[in-house]
């Protein structure tokens, strides 16, 4: 006991000597270091805010330069198999090439025929596929066990005699699809040291259960927010109609491949128009279903957790035919016995039984928030003369106020203030292509307030509702989108409408480098992300040379978006232009109806002598101008 008490002061004692030195040391240090020399004290804070910087900048650099290393090896790794595979698939047989390029349909029927091998198949695909990236940069890696899957499943038929309703048939992946022992980089370098994905996205499995066989991974845009299709990792994918033109994005390695018709279909994806656009600057088809049609595991997004509006897998192809063939795959038991968050929709044969369709077709005098070009407003004139012809009915519609659809789409995909993305950016290096959003996603908000007191135009109405929400902010938005959802389904409703056809876009394909800076030219794509609506793109004419003209005389400029977009479409002679079909919540089918009627009416047959009209044949202005859908040839 009196040890315990004699160590109890000393420690005391301790104690008291170490607040006599504090009481004593701390007053002095204030009053001769920072209240007798403010100036000393003033550079002693900033040289350790100063090296606090330097310390953290370095680290930024030397973990940046570690990705980027990571980034050329991965790329590196990926360019040795591309080239391995070339050699490998050099004596492609033409009969099964031919057969590639041609109908999916007679592609299928061959395979399940026995006429063609799953081998010669998958290999003359392959070999097509590779091909088109050493022109154009659109694969970004081959799915290396393809050729040997193709051969499995030919030794299993010899056995036992049996096939799956997709034997063979060669297929596309965009690159975010995780695949067993692949990485998916989303464009990131700092994601290429990232661990193998252990598991196919459940969509690849619904396909390689029905005998499918993935070939190549396709290319992106870093973080798939934004329609150019350019990366640090596998670099810059082009458009083959027309050296310096964007492919689209956030699924263009897809549109290239599907319009050079190397693969009868693929897989993309859609948060604001990534399978639509591509498909519209490459002239190809691409259908985004209603969101929850199709599952989305293993899907990887830089953007998790936003789920107001909503993403969703989509299929691309050549044609729409290929797009019918993965929907009837997709949408049935064998994918709702993998997700059971999936409903249960199998793929509604019925609605292709109806003789008749309604359709409706916005009015040219509606006020648009950006105005599309005549050339794209004149596809729109062809879709609607192609099926009156077939005699459906299409009656005009009064547009709703899209402007507060456009808005609200801003708003609530920057509700966390861009933290999220620039947070995945992280130590990453920034591709110049995306570098514009990046710049706005940093713009301060003060400076934000400030805009709301400058005249408004499309630049300032955006940028007044791209800052940080509060919850109840963000709830209120969500509750705006619902009311403006409703307003749009009515239309559905008190029109009897099967379908509507619109404008794709603003404009046809923008050069490389200007998408980023022009992204309300596809408000006509994004907003049927936000209503949650299914929406297809199908090709139907191409740029005229007076469409440019029509465009330096007529057009409007009210502001700098405009004057780039301007700018971008200066040249677009010859580029493809396509109509968008959107359909009421789960009428896929009714979409892909309406783009199958369009597809069939225009006359696509240039072997037979046909051509796609330039313009209706209603109208006194007349051209033609080769089948889009062919093979396409680079022009220089």
Request: a neutral charge; glycine letters at 6%.
């Amino acid at each position: 006991m009196g040890l315990e008490t004699d160590i109890e002061l000393q420690v005391g004692r301790a104690f008291d000597s170490f607040g006599n030195i504090v009481s004593y040391a701390v007053p002095n240090f204030f009053r001769n270091y920072i209240i007798d020399r403010p100036l000393m004290a003033l550079m002693g804070v900033c040289g350790a805010v100063l090296f606090q910087f330097l310390v953290k900048m370095g680290l930024h650099y030397f973990r940046q330069g570690q990705a980027i290393k990571a980034a050329r090896e991965t790329r590196r790794k990926a360019q040795e198999r591309i080239h391995r595979f070339v050699e490998l698939t050099r004596d492609a047989k033409e009969e099964a090439i031919d057969a590639v390029k041609g109908s999916p349909e007679d592609l299928r029927k061959k395979l399940q025929d026995g006429e063609l091998s799953a081998f010669d198949v998958v290999k003359a695909s392959l070999s097509l596929s590779l091909n088109a990236t050493l022109e154009f940069n659109c694969v970004t890696d081959v799915i290396a066990d393809c050729l040997e899957r193709a051969k499995r499943l030919d030794e299993e038929r010899k056995e036992t005699g049996v096939v799956g309703p997709l034997f063979g048939m060669p297929f596309s992946v965009k690159e975010m699809y995780e695949i067993e022992g692949e990485v998916v980089t989303l464009g990131l370098p700092t994601r290429c040291n990232s661990t193998p994905s252990s598991k196919n996205a459940t969509l690849i499995n619904v396909l390689l259960a029905q005998g499918a066989v993935p070939i190549v991974r396709t290319n992106i845009p870093q973080t798939l927010l934004t329609f150019e299709c350019s990366n640090p990792v596998f670099g810059e994918t082009d458009n083959p109609w027309k050296k310096g033109r964007s492919c689209g994005g956030s699924s263009g390695g897809e549109s290239v491949l599907h319009l050079l018709k190397t693969v009868p279909f693929g897989l993309g994806t859609d948060i604001g128009g990534s399978v639509r656009i591509p498909a519209h600057f490459c002239g190809t088809c691409g259908l985004k279903p209603t969101s929850g049609r199709l599952s989305r595991r293993g899907i990887i997004s830089s953007v998790n957790g936003q789920i107001h509006i909503k993403a969703t897998a989509g299929p691309m192809a050549p044609t729409v035919d290929g797009l019918l063939l993965l929907m009837r795959s997709m949408c049935s038991d064998v994918l709702y016995h993998r997700d059971l968050s999936i409903p249960p929709l199998p793929f509604n044969e019925k609605m292709f039984n109806k003789k008749k369709l309604r359709i409706g077709v916005f009015s040219r005098r509606n006020h648009f928030f950006m105005k599309p070009t005549e050339g794209c407003l004149r596809a729109v004139d062809i879709a609607v003369d192609v099926l009156k012809k077939q005699n459906h009915e299409v009656v005009e519609v009064e547009m709703p106020d899209f402007e507060e659809t456009i808005l609200l789409f801003y708003a609530i995909m920057t509700a966390d203030g861009t933290k999220t993305i620039l947070h995945a950016m992280g130590d990453n290096p920034i591709d110049p292509r995306v570098a514009p959003l990046f710049k706005i996603a940093q713009v301060p908000s003060f400076i934000r307030a400030l805009v709301k007191l400058m005249p408004e135009n499309k630049i300032t109405k955006i940028m007044s509702v791209t800052q940080e929400k509060t919850v109840e902010e963000l709830w209120q938005l969500q509750a705006k989108l619902i009311e403006q959802t409703q307003k749009f389904l009515d239309i559905f409703e008190s029109e009897k409408l099967d379908a509507i056809l619109c404008v794709s876009s603003v404009v046809p394909a923008c050069r490389q480098g200007h998408c980023s800076a022009v992204t309300p030219v596809v408000w006509p794509t994004f907003i049927y992300n936000a209503l949650n609506c299914p929406a297809g793109i199908v090709p139907v004419t191409s740029v005229a040379h007076y469409d440019d003209e029509q465009l330096s005389k007529f057009y409007k400029v009210e502001d700098n978006i405009d004057e780039k977009m301007k700018a971008s479409c200066v040249g677009s002679s010859n580029l493809p232009l396509t109509v968008q079909v959107v359909g009421a919540r789960w009428r896929d089918e009714l979409v892909l109806r309406v783009m199958k009627e369009i597809e069939s009416g225009i006359v696509t047959a240039v072997d037979e002598g046909g051509k796609i009209p330039l313009a209706p044949s209603t109208s006194s202005t007349t051209a033609s101008s080769k089948n889009k859908n062919t093979e396409a040839k680079k022009n220089e």
